[in-house]
């Protein structure tokens, strides 16, 4: 069985014919032994594709500002309040830019820090979905 690598909510890139579409992953499914994820069109139809048929959305300063992060030379800032009641907590998240070097023209490299410890490391939209969910911050990512 092939590794789980998209989840539900996450945005990434199909190809149709020479036609690049974002499309929002909202489930999966094994047909004899192959996972074929679930995704859902900007007009709402809803296909089937396998891992070789998505394309990753690589994260980029543009989609950063687009979500709510402020730029601070090079570093990037979102602070969320996570819970909701009396007692306001904040979570807040630097993102610092570095150029990848082994695919330098490509994608850039984003290194989470939370409380100037790194957590993560990412390359596209669906990381950061990831880190998000995982931390149970309920955030919208737009491309």
Same mark, same amino acid.
């Given at each position: 069985m092939d590794k789980l690598e998209y989840i539900p909510r996450?945005? !990434?890139? !199909?190809? !149709?014919g020479i036609k690049k579409y974002i499309v929002e992953v909202i489930g999966t499914e094994n047909e004899n032994e192959a996972l074929l994820y679930q995704i859902k069109f900007p007009n709402r139809e809803i296909q089937y594709a396998d891992k070789d048929n998505i394309v990753p959305i690589p994260l980029t300063p543009e989609i950063?500002? $687009?979500n709510g992060w402020k730029r601070n030379g090079g570093q990037y800032s979102f602070t969320f309040k996570p819970y909701a009641g009396d007692k306001v907590e904040y979570i807040g998240f630097f993102i610092e830019m570095? $150029?990848?070097v082994h695919d330098m023209l490509k994608h850039r490299y984003f290194q989470i820090t939370h409380e100037n410890k790194v957590i993560c490391g990412c390359f596209y939209v669906h990381e950061i979905q990831h880190l998000l969910f995982g931390l149970g911050l309920k955030h919208e990512m737009e491309v």
């Open positions: 996450d945005l !990434v890139s !199909v190809y !149709v950063l500002e $687009k570095f $150029k990848n």
